[in-house]
């Protein structure tokens, strides 16, 4: 029997298109997935939709993920994290409602991505009350920002997005034939290779998998893209995707930018349901 499944992109603070288009599944009581997955920001996003917490997310990443708790720029130069993805989620758990339980009794299973350092594979974790935390801080864990591996079951991890930015093949592959795909990049974007990865080779020669897996990514990711693009015959996809002047980039502080991001999301997740008509750009 075929499943729906709604898969949702990171990429940080572009995050907040995703944060405003399921405040607006969750108005319109668009809850009717199988599964959900994601990485990295997308993770975050999807746990505060399955737990019927409006808003947390936008708030989360408006407040906390603005503060220099979380980005710092002096710590980093220090020695210290760039983005101390374990405070930000720790803290915003204690500041910000998250009704777990909710999504503990309901009927939609989260999944959440991670990048193996031993092998630089993708993980594909169901979050339960014994390992949430782990494995959403891993997922969160952008290499070189935040300087630790964290583990999950025991075996050291990093950003999911590393490995497998849009999990919408394997979403397709678990039997999914009817795909929401909640982007952080407008349609139409390829990813280039960055000039930054061979100089990070030296830092990287420990653990070759991780580095190789930081080489692919730009293929792994352009291969998502692609899947998109063209899905098998069999398989009804609904892309929702920010519009080409989305304002927000993955370090964006500015709140005025990220609220206005947080609104094309709004609108763009209301128009996937048909209760807005699509606004061109």
Not at 43 to 54: D, K, P, V
Not at 173 to 199: C, H, M, N, W
Not at 240 to 252: G, W
Request: proline fraction near 6%.
């Amino acid at each position: 029997m075929s499943q729906r499944a709604l898969v949702v992109e990171g990429g940080a603070m572009r995050g907040i298109f995703a944060a405003g288009v399921l405040d607006a599944f969750l108005e319109k009581k668009h809850q009717d997935f199988d599964f959900a997955v994601g990485a990295s920001a997308g993770s975050t996003n999807l746990i505060g939709y399955l737990a019927g917490n409006h808003g947390r997310s936008r708030q989360v990443i408006t407040d906390h993920a603005c503060r220099p708790d979380f980005i710092n720029w002096s710590r980093f130069m220090s020695g210290g994290h760039l983005c101390d993805v374990h405070w930000l989620w720790h803290q915003s758990r204690i500041d910000v409602p998250l009704n777990l339980e909710r999504h503990w009794q309901g009927n939609t299973s989260l999944w959440v991505v991670t990048t193996s350092i031993e092998d630089g594979a993708p993980r594909y974790f169901q979050t339960q009350p014994s390992n949430l935390d782990e494995v959403i801080t891993a997922s969160c864990s952008i290499p070189f920002a935040y300087r630790d591996f964290p583990k999950v079951a025991g075996h050291p991890m990093t950003d999911g997005g590393l490995a497998d930015s849009i999990p919408v093949r394997w979403a397709y592959e678990q039997g999914a034939r009817d795909i929401t795909v909640v982007l952080s990049r407008p349609q139409g974007f390829r990813k280039r290779p960055s000039a930054l990865t061979p100089l990070l080779k030296p830092w990287a020669r420990d653990i070759p998998a991780f580095y190789e897996a930081m080489a692919k990514r730009t293929d792994v990711y352009n291969r998502a893209l692609d899947f998109i693009d063209s899905p098998p015959d069999d398989c009804c996809l609904n892309v929702i995707a920010p519009p080409m002047h989305f304002p927000v980039n993955r370090l964006t502080t500015n709140v005025e930018k990220l609220q206005q991001g947080y609104q094309q999301g709004h609108r763009a997740g209301l128009q996937s349901l048909g209760v807005e008509k699509a606004v061109v750009g």
